[in-house]
């Protein structure tokens, strides 16, 4: 099966196209190179670009499994119409080129304010911030277009293949090497999943065909809520 990965420099992209080569014929996309990159095929491109039909030319995908993203809450809300098209306007122009691709959006808590209870599938999204805004229009526009594309809300956490990311847990281990104390929160509660987990789900909702078109949350377990 021919799949393009979007945000393969990235936690969640690099990690599955890590996985994924080993037995599917695996094309990665992200916007920059980096030492490590585990890609056998791998084209920069920037997502924030209208030459999509470069990129899918190139790759003639089955399926797009879209984990790129500004994902820096503060520079999205800096830069609300960049963060709009590169997380949520992009997967209208993966819909519209028209390639019969499945796409597997890969979407956020954040489509929700931090302050809610847990929502179902199909709640009212609320997002509080420009970030939280882009990820639902993502949504919006998959919904819009039927078919078997899903979009997985969720929130991560796992260790990065490209060294020039540090995300919590690089963080974690740092401080602990230094002896370093960690502060951390006291008043945040959220069900971060961990990042193979994801890609243990992804493969099983790609082999399922899920029918429907509404976006879905998994818990890292694999049940669905
Ligand atoms: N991490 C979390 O806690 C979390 C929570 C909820 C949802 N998510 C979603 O899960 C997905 C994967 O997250 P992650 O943790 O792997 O994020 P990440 O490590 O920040 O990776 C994001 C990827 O998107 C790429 N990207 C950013 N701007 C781009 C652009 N203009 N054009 C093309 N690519 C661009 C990044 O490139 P660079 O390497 O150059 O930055 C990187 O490859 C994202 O869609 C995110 O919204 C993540």
Known sequence: MKILVTGASG??????????QKNMDVYATGPGEFPNNPARKYLKFDLSEKTYDVLLKWSE???IIHCAAMTNVNVCEQNPEKALAVNGDSV???LDAGTGARLIYVSSDAVFPDNVKMKKENSPVTPANVYGKSKAL??????AAGGSHCAIRTTLVGRNINPSKQGFVEWMLASAHKRAQIPLFHDA???????????RGITMDSSQQNQRNTPF?????GFEI
């Open 61 to 63: 995908p089955e399926a």
């Open 189 to 199: 509660v959220f069900t971060p999943h961990f990042h193979l987990a994801i890609c």
């Open 92 to 94: 209208k122009r993966f």
């Open 138 to 143: 993502g949504e919006q526009h998959l919904m």
């Open 11 to 20: 936690m969640l992209g690099a990690t599955l196209v890590r996985l994924y």
């Open 217 to 221: 949350d998994r818990h890292g377990t």
